[in-house]
């Protein structure tokens, strides 16, 4: 069975007479080839799934290659219709533009070959989409596991979700921890930077590109300005650098640096990012504690738990299109600021015994129309709101 919302979607798209491209993207270890394996097999429709994993960089011709096994299979079959999957294609050089050639032959020539384009680096998928393929592709955008999905594939309790997080491939290695530990950094921190986010674009610090993530997982939940996290590395760089580099990680759902909400876009960019992991068992599988001794320490518990809250919103935000900030004006800060069309929505976690100055007074006076929510002690529980969808909020 499969847990993911995204079932239904991809498989009405599929029902339909062949429109557009359909393109899956997400980061590693979320289920995108699974997702579309099950839809297909739910389908009775002539299918060829290839992925372009092993394909020489250079090699476009291979795009037409398969295209034309997929054109012959539907004329010996008969078939009316038939679907093309090819997976990682963003690994080729200049794959948009074949796509775009052999997609538009079959507009001309009137041929119903529906194709769907899995991959997991947003960046690669973006650009020859907006490249090549501008008006010939709808997105879906996967983020990570939610609590409610785990819990139900998984049966993990609240707390085990915000140590182990939504990785669903290392579940079976949960009860042995240090096992779980290594599996997550080499199998899919590893794998992701390396085959990943070094291969979006040119790289000139790979160190500094990985100090920055593991200095992400290590102060998740805390505002950085980009000159001290500078000085907490060993490697040179400069701000501009440290920012492009954030942003490749973010596009691979790594971690991510949130903006102030100040009401002004240009204002917002400029401010110092809050760091946040978008999985918390990155900042379990890089950090020197098991689960027992976390939990057993109030203070850094509460760092877990509103690094996992903070992960749920950024991962339903990308499916919701709501935008997410922290805001702080001198010493009060609001946690989190939820942010669709003209709605706010200001959330302040409290979970641990560290004092936060809270700010929301001061928010709630300076957007008297926003909606306010305390989550955790003295309102809705953490382990309640990771229960809810956050297009509910508003």
């Known amino acids: 069975m499969f847990y993911r919302p995204y079932f239904d979607e991809v498989k009405k798209r599929l029902l339909e007479p062949r429109k557009f491209i359909q393109v899956i993207a997400g980061p590693r270890q979320v289920g995108k080839t699974t997702l ?37 299979q539907m004329k010996m079959s008969g078939a009316a219709s038939a679907i093309l999957v090819i997976d990682e294609i963003q690994k080729l050089s200049r794959w948009s533009e074949e796509v775009k050639k052999q997609w538009d032959r079959d507009s001309r020539e009137n041929t119903d070959l529906k194709v769907v384009l899995p991959g997991s680096s947003q960046l690669l998928l973006q650009k020859g989409l907006t490249e090549s393929l501008t008006g010939r592709f709808e997105q879906i955008r996967m983020g990570h596991w939610s609590y409610k999905e785990m819990k139900e594939a998984f049966g993990l309790s609240s707390e085990e979700f915000v140590w182990f997080g939504a990785y669903p491939g290392s579940m079976s290695l949960r009860k042995e921890e240090e096992r779980w530990k290594a599996y997550v950094r080499d199998a899919i ?39 001290k996290m500078l000085g907490q590395m060993q490697d040179a760089g400069n701000t501009t650098t440290l920012s492009y580099y954030l942003q490749l990680l973010s596009s691979a759902g790594l971690v991510t ?44 518990w509460g760092r877990w738990v509103e690094s996992a809250i903070g992960a749920k919103i950024l991962n339903e935000a990308i499916q919701e299109h ?19 069309g003209e709605r706010l929505v200001g959330i302040e976690v409290k979970s ?24 955790g002690e003295g309102g809705i529980p953490w382990q309640d709101f990771l229960e809810i969808e956050i297009r509910e909020l508003f």
């Open 257 to 300: 640096g949130i903006q102030n909400y100040s009401g002004s876009e240009l204002r917002s960019r400029a401010s110092s990012p809050k760091l946040h992991v978008l999985n918390t068992a990155l900042m379990s599988a890089l950090s020197g504690r098991t689960f027992a001794e976390t939990m057993a320490d109030p203070g850094m």
């Open 322 to 340: 709501i935008g997410v900030y922290y805001w702080r004006q001198r010493r009060q800060e609001v946690d989190f600021v939820l942010k669709s």
């Open 189 to 227: 921190v590893e794998t992701t930077i390396l085959k990943d986010v070094l291969l979006m674009t040119r790289i000139d610090k790979p160190a500094l590109l990985k100090q920055l993530f593991e200095l992400a997982c290590k102060y998740s939940g805390q505002i950085l300005s980009f000159n």
């Open 36 to 72: 579309i394996n099950q839809v297909i097999d739910s389908l009775d429709l002539l299918t060829q799934y290839v992925t372009a994993d092993g394909v020489d960089a250079t090699d476009t011709v291979w795009i037409a290659q398969q295209w034309e096994a997929a054109r012959l």
């Open 352 to 375: 641990g015994t560290v004092a936060k100055a809270s700010g929301m007074s001061a928010f709630a006076a300076q957007y008297p129309r926003a909606k306010v929510l305390l989550v």
